[in-house]
Nanobody, 115 residues
Framework: QVQLVESGGGLVQAGGSLRLSCAAS??????MGWYRQAPGNQRELVAT???????NYADSVKGRFTISRDNAKNTVYLQMNSLKPDDTGVYYC???????????WGKGTLVTVSS
């Protein structure tokens, strides 16, 4: 059974930084990523990273957020800099055993950016 556990959310002022972590257990995940959902909005992609460290970012976070992973620890990170109030939402960790396999989700961690 794959489990994903996020940590690192919180309250930060605009312009500040936060680092999210997500530890996976149960199976090695070739694709890991972060999605977010703001109140009243649909869940949206933030960034993904494969086991060979190919990354993909939403246009809204390019240049501000950096996704990384530690394959040995089956853990993915999201460094968020220059945060904006629009970045507020619940951030969900996502993972797949194979590139086109089943999606696994964490329970989410809340990020609140105050203006």
């Amino acid at each position: 059974q794959v489990q994903l556990v996020e940590s690192g959310g919180g309250l930060v002022q605009a312009g500040g930084s936060l680092r999210l972590s997500c530890a996976a257990s149960g199976s090695f995940l070739r694709v890991m990523g972060w999605y977010r959902q703001a109140p009243g909005n649909q869940r949206e992609l933030v960034a993904t990273i494969t086991s060979d460290i190919t990354t993909n970012y939403a246009d809204s976070v390019k240049g501000r957020f950096t996704i990384s992973r530690d394959n040995a620890k089956n853990t993915v990170y999201l460094q968020m800099n220059s945060l904006k109030p629009d970045d507020t939402g619940v951030y969900y960790c996502n993972g797949r055993i194979s590139h086109y396999g089943l999606d696994y989700w964490g329970k989410g961690t809340l990020v609140t950016v105050s203006s």
